[in-house]
T-cell receptor, first 107, second 113 residues
Framework: GQSLEQPSEVTAVEGAIVQINCTYQTSGFYGLSWYQQHDGGAPTFLSYNGLDGLEETGRFSSFLSRSDSYGYLLLQELQMKDSASYFCAVKEVKSTFGDGTTLTVKP | ETGVTQTPRHLVMGMTNKKSLKCEQHLGHNAMYWYKQSAKKPLELMFVYNFKEQTENNSVPSRFSPECPNSSHLFLHLHTLQPEDSALYLC????????????FGEGSRLTVL
């Protein structure tokens, strides 16, 4: 079966950098996705890594190491609005989601 | 309208009721999904449709019955639900089944009394 592990909570201050790690075990792997979900809102797509390496999109970057079954989401210059839950998801034939990491950004 | 739209946003029903959740996507995607999100649990995939054909049923109880009349519309018919079925039901779409990017609707918050 598939399993994903990510920290349940992370706290950081405005302007800081935070890294949310995700390790996975799966049979058949296409890539790793990251989603953001604010309270009461829909998950929104942030990034997808199909190959090893770093993908950068503005303040957010995502990294994948297929050999280590590991990825992370890096958030820079944190803003209050970044307080949300962040999910990693393994893409096989379907997407399997991790439990989510609740990020709290403090002033 | 753009994106993925779900109705109703909130639904309260008794265990003997029959209701339906509706999802519509205006993105021209070919794959649509139902996910269940309960408190303190990860998103659970329920059903996958690709070009209107069901390609995945993730061991979902028969009291949940999906319907996909075309690539833009997806329904989830509910009957004789249990209180533990109370959750946020999220619809998503993607360009095709192999795409890593899912577009989610706002969800339908279901409460079963």
């Amino acid at each position: 079966g598939q399993s994903l592990e990510q920290p349940s909570e992370v706290t950081a201050v405005e302007g800081a950098i935070v890294q949310i790690n995700c390790t996975y075990q799966t049979s058949g792997f296409y890539g790793l996705s990251w989603y953001q979900q604010h309270d009461g809102g829909a998950p929104t797509f942030l990034s997808y890594n199909g190959l090893d390496g770093l993908e950068e999109t503005g303040r957010f970057s995502s990294f994948l190491s297929r050999s280590d079954s590991y990825g992370y989401l890096l958030l820079q210059e944190l803003q209050m609005k970044d307080s949300a839950s962040y999910f990693c998801a393994v893409k096989e034939v379907k997407s399997t989601f991790g439990d989510g990491t609740t990020l709290t950004v403090k002033p | 309208e753009t994106g993925v739209t779900q109705t109703p946003r909130h639904l309260v029903m008794g265990m003997t009721n029959k209701k339906s959740l509706k999802c519509e996507q205006h993105l021209g995607h070919n794959a649509m999904y139902w996910y269940k999100q309960s408190a303190k649990k990860p998103l659970e995939l329920m059903f996958v449709y690709n070009f209107k054909e069901q390609t995945e049923n993730n061991s979902v109880p028969s009291r949940f019955s999906p319907e996909c009349p075309n690539s833009s519309h997806l329904f989830l018919h509910l009957h004789t639900l249990q209180p533990e079925d109370s959750a946020l039901y999220l619809c998503a779409s993607s360009r095709d089944r192999g795409t890593g990017e899912l577009f989610f609707g706002e969800g339908s918050r279901l409460t079963v009394l």
